[in-house]
């Protein structure tokens, strides 16, 4: 099947770079683009069918012609690229998308420095996150300029990485000069033998295809010693499996959520 990269744009300050960014990205993943804008169609009560539908369609049309411009300003006119613009929820967007044959990533930006719970969650990104069986990319808006060099990948015991999916998100990914390092933050004290073993286990999984490695950062302030190793580049990527507690966990968001994701520059990979 064909690579496919689904782009949600709201026109919002990180658009411009959100796109190009994913069409940087494209060219080494030989994937296509689909653009995808969600409109807010606003009519008056007690509006009847007819007027509504014309209203709805104004509206649909005029977001594709904001769509395409937006586009045509970064995206070379070489490049095909292909629009959805509707009034529809996006999970059931995203769905009938999704039931399509291709190998799809998700691209939706995040934005802000301020407070988690209102920057993240319960916007765009963490319904689409939890809406969506399938791999989300999460951008912050200041990136521009797609690199890999450095893949960090999160482990936890209460949500196992899911092997098939990571498998396929390191198919878009190019295996020249790219090291992945599966890491476990500990608490102090924490027996980790168990954990151990499965980071040594998915290190062998893919030392084949990538240069590999594991850590496990414990003690009193794990955070300080992961800081070490993530830097906040941009040529860094960061892989967190979709859980329950996954955006929950107070230890977990407190460093790698709201840190690197929102204050540095460390694109965030959400498997489902």
Known sequence: MKNRF?????????????????????????????????????????????????IKRQTNAEGLRKLKALANDIIPSSVKVSYSVSERQLRFTLNSLLAEPFNNLIFTGISGTGLLKKVFLGSTAIKVINNTKNIVVAMPKEIAVYSHEKIFVAVTEQHPVNLLE???????????????????????????????????????????????????????????????????????????????????????????????????????????
């Open 6 to 54: 689904i782009v949600l744009i709201d026109f919002s300050e990180y658009s411009d770079n959100l796109i190009r960014y994913v069409y940087d990205w494209s060219v080494h993943a030989d994937a296509e683009l689909l653009l995808v804008h969600r409109t807010a169609v606003i009519t008056p009560a007690h509006t009847d069918i007819e007027v509504r539908e014309q």
């Open 166 to 272: 990571l498998s396929k998100f390191l198919n878009f990914i190019d295996r020249e000069n790219t090291s992945i390092t599966f890491f476990y933050l500990a608490a102090p004290n924490e027996i980790t033998k168990t954990i151990e073993k499965e980071l040594e286990r998915l290190t062998a999984l893919f030392k084949d295809r990538f240069n590999t490695s594991f850590e496990i950062y414990e003690g009193s302030n794990p955070f300080e010693d992961i800081k070490k190793v993530i830097n906040n580049k941009i040529d860094e990527i960061l892989i967190v499996q979709k859980g329950s507690r996954l955006l929950t966990d107070q230890l977990f968001r407190k460093f790698l959520i709201n840190e690197l994701v929102y204050d540095a520059q460390t694109p965030l990979i959400v498997l489902p």
